[in-house]
């Protein structure tokens, strides 16, 4: 089966300074991967995802994620956090065997930033 | 467009009660689907349904859980009798058949059972 690993349960960051979340994926082909931000009481909102074709995919406000296919990863960016980007961020793939319809997420890494 | 609307947003209930959760996906979505989400086990897909049908239930947790689509625009996931150990946020999602895969969520139900 397919798993998604977020290795950093939590993350504190200065505001202004850069960010990196990482998302390590198992999927033999090219998978369908996503970033989703949940903030405090709200559901998940959809960041950016990657099907194909350039490996480095924007996002909304101003995130950025990188496909490594030969590390397995999808790590998160951005080059400078604002205090409105505390949240939790979740990875998620899309699992094969469902005509990719169904996403399997990560733990989630919650993002502190400090003054 | 109002995104997917579920009710109620909290509900507190006493352990053995009757509790239903509604989900009114985005219209014109095909997909919807229930997500419970908790600090142990994290986000967990319960069911989801393909054209009001039910697809997957392999993560329904027992037989105290069902959900039901009797219509493109509306859903109910309900536990009867509800246990402490269901105390979570429940979230609906729906998405649009195709390649688009994105999923949009609702805002969630967060559910307390003493």
């Known amino acids: 089966a397919q798993s998604v690993t977020q290795p950093d349960i939590h993350i504190t960051v200065s505001e202004g300074a850069s960010l990196e979340l990482r998302c390590n994926y198992s999927y033999g082909a090219t998978p369908y991967l996503f970033w989703y931000v949940q903030s405090p009481g709200q559901g998940l909102q959809l960041l950016l995802k990657y099907f194909s074709g350039d490996t480095l995919v924007q996002g909304i406000k101003g995130f950025e994620a990188e496909f490594k296919r030969s590390q397995s990863s999808f790590n998160l960016r951005k080059p400078s956090v604002h205090w409105s980007d505390a949240a939790e961020y979740f990875c998620?793939?899309?699992?094969?065997?469902?005509?990719?319809?169904?996403?399997?997420f990560g733990t989630g890494t919650r993002l502190l930033v400090s003054p | 467009d109002a995104g997917v609307i579920q009710s109620p947003r909290h509900e507190v209930t006493e352990m053995g009660q009757e509790v239903t959760l509604r989900c009114k996906p985005i219209?014109?979505?095909?997909?919807l689907f229930w997500y419970r989400q908790t600090m142990m086990r994290g986000l967990e897909l319960l069911i989801y349904?393909?054209?009001?049908?039910?697809?997957?239930d392999s993560g329904m947790p027992e037989d105290r859980f069902s959900a039901k689509m009797p219509n493109a625009s509306f859903s109910t996931l309900k536990i009867q009798p509800s246990e402490p150990r269901d105390s979570a946020v429940y979230f609906c999602?729906?998405?649009?058949?195709?390649?688009?895969?994105?999923?949009?969520f609702g805002p969630g139900t967060r559910l307390t059972v003493t």
């Open positions: 998620a793939v899309g699992a094969v065997g469902t005509g990719f319809q169904k996403l399997v």
């Open positions: 349904f393909n054209n009001n049908v039910p697809i997957d």
């Open positions: 999602a729906s998405k649009t058949d195709g390649s688009s895969y994105e999923q949009y």
């Open positions: 219209s014109g979505h095909d997909y």
